[in-house]
């Protein structure tokens, strides 16, 4: 019985791993390519006469694609950036007051925050459009930095607030007694202690936030604040961009999440888990 299942599991690893890595395999195939190895019959399975033209192309080539690429990626770098910084900041403060402070209807608040959470956030989408295009924010950077706060904040709140709760409720007391405030304790005593957890969160909302597509769809309609996950859907309908071209610019937007999930994955299953208990 034992063999029986790990044979089933095994199996179920392996499907997993060929839906997930095969699709990722094939665009890194096709995008050091020509276009007319690309299209060639019977297919290539693995790269002939590998190239990094494309590559080369998008990153400093001339033309319409290669600049809308290049424009996107600093969209969604900006984005992404100020989205996490603003995110922590007021997930920070919050976490230590709803952990380590008591005031009135703390216990009710802090419920209410994360229950946010439960509903789903496209349910969301068009009164927050309405929201935006009264306060002009529609197509700004401003705008789709607001609503990935709103989104992401409760998440960060709950991880964060786990990890303060956590922390010794002595060392604050002893900062307080010696003379310093809340701000001062918070600075110097409990957020070197509670660094994992911030970087965590740091990392959690930067990579939720870059692989947002229907917000930054709806929010922006100008290459100005496109991110890149957008400009690349809008260009895949568009016949006269290589394939190859169009593959190459879907792994330049996998290769920074890549890259931050594999270095830092101790610290986003840390986050994780630290998130998923009191």
Known sequence: MKRRTGGLR???????????????????????????????????????????QNYATLLSGDGDVPAQIRRSTLNIVIECGAATVVTVLLATLAAYAFARMHFRGKTVLFYAVIATMAFPAYTTLIPLYRIMSTFGLVNTYTGIVLVYVSGFLPLATWILHNYF??????????????????????????????????????????????????????????????????????????????????????????????????????????????????
């Open 10 to 52: 095994g199996v179920g690893v392996a499907m997993i791993l060929l839906w997930s890595l095969v699709p990722i395999y094939w665009a890194i195939k096709t995008s050091l390519q020509t276009e007319a190895d690309a299209r060639a019959k019977p297919a290539h399975y693995l790269p002939t006469n590998a190239t990094w």
């Open 165 to 278: 709760a956590s922390l010794p409720s002595g060392i604050e007391e002893a900062g307080l007694v010696d003379g310093a405030h809340r701000l001062q304790v918070l600075w110097h005593l409990l957020l070197p202690l509670a660094r994992p957890g911030i970087i965590s969160t740091a990392l959690i909302t930067f990579l939720f936030a870059w692989g947002q597509f229907l917000f930054p769809l709806v929010l922006s309609s100008d290459l100005s604040t496109q991110p890149l996950t957008v400009v690349i859907a809008s260009l895949q309908g568009r016949h006269v961009v290589p394939s190859t071209l169009l593959n190459a610019a879907g792994v330049l937007a996998i290769i920074v999440p890549a890259v931050l999930a594999l270095a830092f994955n101790r610290y986003i299953v840390n986050g994780l888990l630290a998130g998923s208990t009191k």
